[in-house]
């Protein structure tokens, strides 16, 4: 196919060519305002040409080929479209077009998946796919956009001039008319709380086909229930949610299905709640001034974290020295309020080298045991009166002291030592130091003797007798410290130990804190990959068992890490929350967002699109046939140029005429011999006109 134009390079600038045409012009409008009649007209010719030479014009002929008009077809594959017999629906659409598009003739069929970019939370956005897929293709070739979708586009232009082609738009809606769902929508949900306080949760449950029927809503946190209650349809309802531990608290929300519902993984809410401590509270009693009682202290006072309250017994009662009772103490040992009123406040109570002595009664230490079954820490430094009749273990606290003392002291150099199942236990695995035998740690001179009765030794002293016993009492936790030495570390004898990590572990283990959990599972999400943590002082653990939210189980094996710490790793496919067991542990664990947005609206509808398609010149219209996966789509035709591109039984492309240029000629008009033929042409016209002029005779 060849075209031809017209092309100009001018010699001088276009202004001063300009100014030569206005300039011709006068003079030969001069010249018959003059009454001259062949004259002007002549030189008018004659300087029309000068100026034609000074364009330099050019006959442009192209050798073009015809292109083919691209029409693109994008295919939405994103979450939605799993549901029901959308995507069987797309797959049939899409194998139609390709073969009415290929029947049309000179038509690139273009196919474009969509991809899913629902981990992000964005939703579906199938202009961003139909921009890169057509990113080497020019507008002008664009005959056509079709879309397969279910209507539920997230990143629809406010008008079609933001689409930056010139052609139709036809949406073939998947799914059916009529569809129903329910689905609980969130108006408020928390990020943060605090250990112990109650954080709110707003929802609305929200019903396509509601009517006015009661709906159940199932509160549960790390997957046991904490609440049920009634609401109504479109009620904005508020669920108070206590904040159980530190790290995060799972919290589902859950209506039942009802029948004929597109999808129940939008009857369920997730929201993970991030549990914080408040400022801990630590109660420290020193039984007698002594070298440990300022290690203590200053470990404490150093986390600006804790509010510390500290009492040091300065006189046992049995010393009688005259002194005055008034004069004995600052201010009285509140020992009623502290160990009666106010002990549930603590966090921590710990008992540095405090004996049986008459300062306590019974009934104290009766709150103290009670304190620790229900849910408190307690961490006992024992010193020497430990091993003697007026230790704490022949008090109430012996029932839940996890060593009995044999009554016995050893008083000779020794060096702590990682036990066994402390190699395993998150409090003392790898401690700076403890990989060597012994242990590069400074050595302690005393040790009570004791006979374990529960609970788990993590750290040997003399002649590997238990050190540091740990166990768990009902709801609480105990540790017990059988030397009183330990501020040989801080103060650096023999460049000391890693006293401030142990302690530290210690303390943090006492208070339930989720990373040092002896028998623990936890899951986390990196990217679609689901990692489960397997921690055991056991040892080896038993193979895992994930189910995705579909329902769908596999058993995972796991690889040992470290010494009680074992890992696995999956890809996952869905997205919601995943639940991990094994054994009796169990742990909850969310892939992508936590309420995605594909799944926070899944009727199909052609109204999203309808006015962009409509402003393109193209089309909406459901393409299902009958209950299943059945098609029926409209048939394909090729148009010129037209303000719509549809019909009640057809859609259509537009013919875009496109060409691709291969060769180019190029032949001036206006040099060489013609341009010079054509000038000397006309000046001797002018010449010969001008000299009749002159030689007519005068009357």
């Known amino acids: 196919m060849n075209s031809f134009s017209i092309d100009a390079s001018p010699l001088i600038a276009w202004p001063i060519l300009a100014a030569f045409a206005v300039a011709a012009l006068l003079l030969t409008g001069l010249g018959l305002l003059a009454g001259q009649r062949r004259g002007p007209t002549l030189r008018a010719i004659a300087l029309a040409l000068i100026l034609l030479a000074l364009v330099n014009p050019s006959l442009v002929g192209e050798d073009r080929q015809g292109e083919k008009d691209v029409v693109a077809v994008v295919l939405d594959r994103s979450a939605s479209q799993t549901i029901g017999n959308r995507d069987a629906q797309t797959t049939h659409a899409a194998a139609a077009l390709e073969r009415g598009l290929a029947a049309l003739g000179n038509v690139e069929t273009r196919i474009i998946d969509s991809d899913r970019t629902d981990a992000g939370n964005d939703g579906t956005r199938l202009f961003s796919a139909l921009h890169a897929g057509l990113a080497d293709v020019p507008p002008s070739r664009l005959g056509g956009v079709f879309m397969v979708t279910d209507g539920l586009v997230d990143d629809v232009p406010a008008a079609a001039a933001a689409l930056g082609f010139q052609a139709p738009l036809h949406v073939l809606v998947t799914g059916h008319e009529g569809e129903r769902d329910r689905r609980v929508e969130l108006t408020e ?11 709110t949760i707003g ?34 309802i508020d669920i108070p949610v206590r904040v159980d531990h530190a790290g995060p608290n799972v919290v589902e929300i859950e209506v039942p299905t009802i029948p004929g519902e597109l999808t129940a993984l939008n009857n369920k809410a997730v929201v993970t709640i991030d549990g914080v401590r408040d400022k801990l509270k630590v109660l420290l009693v020193s039984g007698e ?109 012996g029932a839940v002291t996890p060593a009995k003392p044999s009554g016995s002291l050893t008083e000779a150099p020794f060096r702590a030592g990682v036990t066994a199942e402390g190699a395993r236990h998150p409090v003392t695995r790898g401690l700076p130091g403890a990989d060597a035998n012994p242990p590069h740690w400074a050595p302690w001179f005393r040790q009570i003797d004791a006979v374990v009765t529960k609970g788990t030794p993590i750290l040997s002293g003399a002649k590997g007798e238990p050190l540091l016993v740990l166990s768990h009492e009902d709801k609480g936790r105990v540790g017990l410290l059988l030397s009183d030495q330990m501020w040989l570390w801080a103060r650096g004898f023999e460049d000391g ?143 010129h140029a037209a303000p719509r ?42 010449w010969l006109g001008e000299g009749r002029r002159f030689r007519r005779p005068v009357r």
């Open 189 to 199: 949900a928390p990020r943060f709380g605090l250990v112990g306080k109650d954080q």
């Open 497 to 639: 130990g890693p006293y401030l990590d142990l302690f530290r572990r210690l303390a943090h283990w006492l208070m339930k804190e989720p990373e040092l959990e002896d028998e623990a599972l936890r899951a986390s999400v990196r990217g679609r990959d689901l990692v489960v943590e397997r921690q055991s002082v056991k040892g080896s653990a038993e193979p895992l068992t994930v189910t995705a939210p579909s329902g769908l189980q596999q058993t995972l094996p796991l690889v040992d890490e470290a010494p009680g710490l074992a890992r696995a790793m999956v890809e996952t496919h869905e997205l919601g929350l995943y639940r991990v067991t094994n054994g009796s542990l169990s742990v909850l664990a969310n892939v992508g967002p936590e309420n995605p947005r594909e799944f926070q609206d899944v009727v199909s509808t052609p109204d999203r699109l309808a006015a962009l398609a409509a402003a393109t010149g193209g089309s909406v219209r459901r393409i299902a046939s009958g209950a299943g996966a059945e098609v029926a789509l409209p048939r394909l035709v090729a148009m």
């Open 645 to 686: 591109y549809d019909g009640s039984d057809y859609v259509g492309i537009k013919r875009t005429e496109s060409s691709q240029v291969r060769g180019v000629g190029l032949w001036p008009i206006a040099t060489g011999l013609l341009g010079l033929l054509l000038l000397l042409g006309a000046t001797v016209l002018s």
């Open 203 to 236: 929802i609305r449950v929200r019903d396509t086909g509601d009517k006015g029927e009661p709906v159940t809503v199932v509160v549960r946190r790390d997957g046991n229930p904490v609440a049920s209650l009634q609401a109504s349809v479109d009620q904005a």
């Open 289 to 397: 001034p002594h070298q440990g009682e300022r290690m203590w202290r200053n470990i404490l006072k150093s986390d600006a974290n804790v509010d510390l309250v500290h009492f040091t017994i300065l006189r046992p009662p049995e010393k009688q020295d005259g002194t005055p009772i008034n004069e004995l103490a600052l201010i009285a040992f509140p020992t009623n309020e502290l160990f009666g009123q106010k002990i549930k406040d603590f966090d921590l109570i710990i008992f540095d080298r405090f004996s049986n002595q008459a300062i306590l009664p019974y009934v104290y230490f009766e709150n103290i045991a009670n304190y620790v079954r229900n849910g408190g820490a307690l961490l006992i430094a024992a010193g020497p009166d430990f091993a003697t009749p007026d230790g704490l273990f022949f008090s109430p606290l």
